[in-house]
């Protein structure tokens, strides 16, 4: 008797551990694609109706405008700013919602909130983003009339320029460029760009990222092709 007792409780517990590892690996799979979980934050509520799944929550029916509403009335009483927002309600269009982005006193991350209304499955979609606030502190004040490009760093002989629309085009994609405190990987090419108060060397590569080093810093910029086409960098 004592015996089946003791393999009546050895089969609970058994259960209860593999219940317990089931529901662990199926919470982790509902979440796995997310980068902010609104349930697990305090000041993010939830419209009631969603339900995740994986990378977005869902919810039966056109409800695209009520969330959007919602979120615009509600995140502001827990301390969030919206800093840019845009709906689409074209009545012609199979695919109508919104975007919305949010920043918090004290919280170094962007929180973005995108919905939209998929008729042809009657359902609505929302996804939570969780992104990092970037800064681009400006470098250059003051526009020069000419600089001088080196295509290579070792190589003291440089191109100059003298069209403002070009100087004013290559100032404004530095200065844009955000603020970079993080590991400055190796690149193929370096070059320099003499601004006569500033000389800023460029670290690029391909179609990988680009690097801006002064005094001031570093900076990282993607690789956009206008940049390339003012500067003649190749």
């Known amino acids: 008797m004592k015996k089946t007792n003791w393999l009546i409780y050895g089969t609970i517990i058994i259960l209860i551990i593999v219940g317990w590892f089931t529901y662990q690996r199926v919470t982790d799979d509902t979440y796995e694609g997310m980068s902010i979980i609104p349930e697990q934050e305090k000041d993010i509520p ?3 109706g969603l339900r995740p ?3 977005e929550y869902v919810m039966e029916g056109n409800h695209w405008n009520d969330i959007y509403n919602y979120y615009l009335m509600e ?3 827990y301390g969030w700013e919206v800093e840019y927002k845009q ?3 074209d009545k012609n269009s199979d695919v109508k919602g919104f975007m919305s982005q949010w920043r918090k006193e004290g919280i170094e991350w962007e929180l973005s909130i995108y919905g939209s209304y998929f008729k042809m499955n009657n359902q609505t979609e929302v996804i939570f983003d969780k992104t990092p606030i970037y ?5 250059i004040d003051d526009v020069p009339k000419s600089i001088c490009i080196q295509q290579n760093s070792s190589n003291e002989s440089c191109a100059e320029i003298n069209d403002k ?4 085009g290559i100032v404004s994609f530095i200065n844009d460029a955000i603020d970079w405190e993080e590991e400055v990987l190796p690149r193929e090419k370096t ?6 108060e500033i000389e800023i060397m460029v670290m690029y590569e391909s179609d990988k990222e680009i690097y801006f080093q002064s005094e001031k810093g570093i900076k990282l910029m993607k690789p956009d092709p206008d940049f390339f086409k003012l500067t003649n960098l190749k």
């Open 46 to 48: 939830l419209f009631e």
């Open 135 to 139: 800064n681009s502190t400006t470098w």
């Open 165 to 168: 629309a070009q100087i004013e």
């Open 191 to 196: 070059s320099v760009i003499d601004f006569g």
């Open 53 to 55: 799944t994986e990378h």
């Open 87 to 89: 709906n689409s309600s």
């Open 75 to 77: 995140l502001p009483r």
